[in-house]
Nanobody, 115 residues
């Protein structure tokens, strides 16, 4: 019923920028806290940033000052603006929609940062 589709990934150079988008369908976006997670090869999936239904944000220490999460409730879309990219940011990035009733994941989008 609920689908999350990520886009905007690709290949970027160290110091460059990318903007990821996650479009949500199913009618539950406004009632969900949203998040971005990432998983690098051989590593566990880790939290990148979250944003609540009220717009409060949180980010992992590794990306603070470089990444910004935002949401547009009118468009049912959450964004991740990634600046000052580093090779260690290379991973598959996943969109998450969470509430007391559900926990949904997108299929992921690849981000590769060359050194």
């Amino acid at each position: 019923q609920v689908h999350l589709v990520e886009s905007g990934g690709g290949l970027e150079q160290t110091g460059g920028s990318l903007r990821l988008s996650c479009a949500a369908s199913g009618g539950v976006f406004r009632f969900s806290d949203m998040g971005w997670y990432r998983q690098a090869p051989g590593k566990q999936r880790e939290l990148v940033a979250t944003i609540t239904t009220g717009g409060s944000t949180n980010a992992a220490d590794s990306v603070k000052g470089r990444f910004t999460i935002s949401r547009d409730n009118a468009k049912n879309t959450v964004y991740l603006q990634m600046n000052s990219l580093k090779p260690e940011d290379t991973a598959v990035y996943y969109c998450n929609a969470k509430s007391s009733w559900w926990n949904f994941w997108g299929q992921g989008t690849q981000v590769t940062v060359s050194s």
